[in-house]
């Protein structure tokens, strides 16, 4: 059962456009958010993230909004850069126990194109 | 910064064969993970460490062991390595209270 989803593996965009990236989640129990990039070979790196009790987060060029009635979240990233161009991991946390783990999508690649 | 390593970039051992993964952050964490990712799949954890010679099983625990003998360094055990195992390994850490866990930058384990 995928309590995560990303459900774009890809996505391509032009350089100066806006990527937006989005999650779905099915445990409404989830309240913590976070969106990981990944380049090949390399370990994911945390971006940004976004409490439950906020339905936005800005930092920079990168912005995490928030829908928690629709359980759906999305990274937009403006303007788009070519070294953006990595895969993406949104990641979820629930309370108490469940706050050691994180649970991910599988991932969409962005391809930001020059 | 916090600094995640890993003793090995790439790796190639034979089928039961038994592998150790070593990992070693400097930031002194208490909790430290581990995962595996795999193409379609993303990333899965193996198990994780919330304190020394404190272990819990994550989702994907069989065919695994780990160890956590001082704070800053958390190892997996394949035991009988078997091709199925063939994967990227990732070791993360977190400070306790956070959410955030620092990647290091992956084993890449092949297994023939």
């Known amino acids: 059962d995928q309590q995560v989803k990303q459900n774009s593996p890809s996505l391509s965009v032009q350089e100066g456009r806006i990527s937006i990236l989005n999650c779905d989640y099915t445990?409404?129990?989830?309240?913590?958010f976070l969106w990981y990039k990944k380049y090949p070979a390399e370990g994911p790196t945390f971006l940004i993230s976004i409490s439950s009790i906020k339905d936005k987060n800005e930092d920079g060029r990168f912005t995490v909004f928030l829908n928690k009635s629709a359980k759906h979240l999305s990274l937009h990233i403006v303007p788009s850069q070519p070294g953006d161009s990595a895969v993406y991991f949104c990641a979820a946390s629930a309370p108490g126990a469940g706050s050691y783990q994180l649970t991910f999508g599988k991932g969409t690649k962005l391809s930001v194109i020059p | 910064d916090v600094k995640v390593t890993q003793s090995s970039r790439y790796l190639v051992k034979r089928t039961g064969e038994k592998v150790f993964l070593e990992c070693v952050q400097d930031m002194d964490h208490e909790n430290m993970f581990w995962y595996r990712q795999d193409p379609g799949l993303g990333l899965r954890l193996i198990y994780f460490s919330y304190d020394v010679k404190m272990k819990e099983k994550g989702d994907i625990p069989e065919g695994y062991s780990v160890s956590r003998e001082k704070k800053e360094r958390f190892s997996l055990i394949l035991e009988s390595a078997s091709t199925n195992q063939t994967s990227m390994y990732l070791c993360a850490s977190r400070s306790q209270g956070r959410y955030e866990q620092y990647f290091g930058p992956g084993t890449r384990l092949t297994v023939t």
């Open positions: 445990n409404s129990m989830f309240d913590y």
